[in-house]
């Protein structure tokens, strides 16, 4: 798996994710150890210049085809609906793995994931809050929004002094991650919670709403 992903081979990935999980691994396990394991190498290459965009991009492309067979699975194991969550990337920011990561699990401990996608204005995430006028009918318990670029963490407080200006803060309970956050942001900002990966993103939500 870590091969396929380093290599950005997607077949590699995808026969690997598949081998493991007939051999009797956990979804869970597979998604953990083997493909976040392996991308976070990628991030590490990445970062120390040894690893180019177009190899980052085709190491998540190719992360991605696991993603897509671990994804049904997780939500399978998920027993029933405890609560919505809308999940986007902030306006002006295109990373989405971590963000789909944290949706996967959440999707996994049963509840239900509405991903309105990257590059997100803050009207979009305020239109799913607004109850009967959101874009799709996806009114959530808690919004949570990703952002992996020092340039787009501002786009977070946007949001979050939107929804104050139309009177919709306490509709819902506000979430935010994403490599370059800390607590101390999540506070200056006024949101509910930071989460620094996606397992303490589900113990965040079950958190914040008490499910
Ligand atoms: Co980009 N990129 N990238 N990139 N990229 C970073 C983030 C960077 C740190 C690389 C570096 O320089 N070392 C850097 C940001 C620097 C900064 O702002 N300080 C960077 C840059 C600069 C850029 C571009 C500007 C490069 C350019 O064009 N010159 C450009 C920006 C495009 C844009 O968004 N407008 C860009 C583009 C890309 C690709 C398209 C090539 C690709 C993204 C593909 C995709 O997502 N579909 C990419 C990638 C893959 C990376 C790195 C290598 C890996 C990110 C990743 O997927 N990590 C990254 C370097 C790194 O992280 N070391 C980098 C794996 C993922 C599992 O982890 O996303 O952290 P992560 O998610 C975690 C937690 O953060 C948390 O849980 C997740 C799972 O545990 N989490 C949440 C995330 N969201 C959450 C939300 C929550 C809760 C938890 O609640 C709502």
């Given at each position: 798996?870590?091969?396929?992903?380093?290599?950005?081979?997607?077949?590699?990935?995808?026969?690997?994710?598949?081998?493991?999980?007939?051999?009797?691994?956990?979804?869970?396990?597979?998604?953990?150890?083997?493909?976040?394991?392996?991308?976070?190498?990628?991030?590490?290459?990445?970062?120390?210049?040894?690893?180019?965009?177009?190899?980052?991009?085709?190491?998540?492309?190719?992360?991605?085809?696991?993603l897509?067979?671990?994804k049904p699975?997780l939500a399978?194991s998920g027993?029933r609906t405890m609560g919505r969550i809308v999940i986007g990337t902030?306006?002006?920011?295109?990373?989405d793995?971590g963000k789909r990561i944290v949706g996967f699990l959440l999707v996994g401990n049963g509840y239900e994931v509405v991903d309105i996608g990257?590059?997100?204005?803050?009207?979009?995430?305020?239109?799913s809050?607004?109850?009967?006028?959101?874009?799709e009918?996806h009114k959530p318990d808690v919004l949570g929004m990703s952002?992996?670029?020092?340039?787009?963490?501002?786009?977070?407080?946007?949001?979050?002094?939107?929804?104050?200006?139309?009177?919709?803060?306490?509709?819902?309970?506000?979430m935010?991650g994403?490599?370059?956050?800390?607590?101390?942001?999540?506070?200056?900002?006024?949101?509910?919670?930071?989460a620094?990966?996606a397992?303490?993103a589900v113990?965040?939500v079950?958190?914040?709403i008490?499910s």
């Amino acid at each position: 798996m870590a091969k396929g992903i380093t290599e950005g081979d997607g077949g590699l990935v995808e026969s690997e994710v598949k081998k493991a999980l007939s051999e009797g691994s956990e979804p869970r396990d597979v998604l953990v150890n083997g493909l976040i394991g392996s991308m976070s190498v990628v991030g590490k290459r990445f970062g120390a210049g040894d690893m180019f965009l177009p190899e980052v991009l085709m190491s998540a492309n190719a992360m991605h085809k696991g993603l897509d067979i671990v994804k049904p699975l997780l939500a399978e194991s998920g027993e029933r609906t405890m609560g919505r969550i809308v999940i986007g990337t902030v306006e002006g920011d295109i990373h989405d793995i971590g963000k789909r990561i944290v949706g996967f699990l959440l999707v996994g401990n049963g509840y239900e994931v509405v991903d309105i996608g990257v590059d997100i204005k803050a009207e979009t995430f305020i239109q799913s809050v607004e109850e009967h006028k959101s874009v799709e009918e996806h009114k959530p318990d808690v919004l949570g929004m990703s952002a992996l670029l020092t340039t787009t963490m501002p786009n977070m407080k946007q949001v979050i002094d939107l929804l104050k200006e139309k009177g919709l803060r306490d509709k819902v309970k506000i979430m935010v991650g994403g490599a370059p956050l800390n607590d101390d942001f999540a506070k200056s900002i006024g949101a509910d919670g930071f989460a620094p990966e996606a397992g303490s993103a589900v113990e965040l939500v079950k958190k914040l709403i008490g499910s």
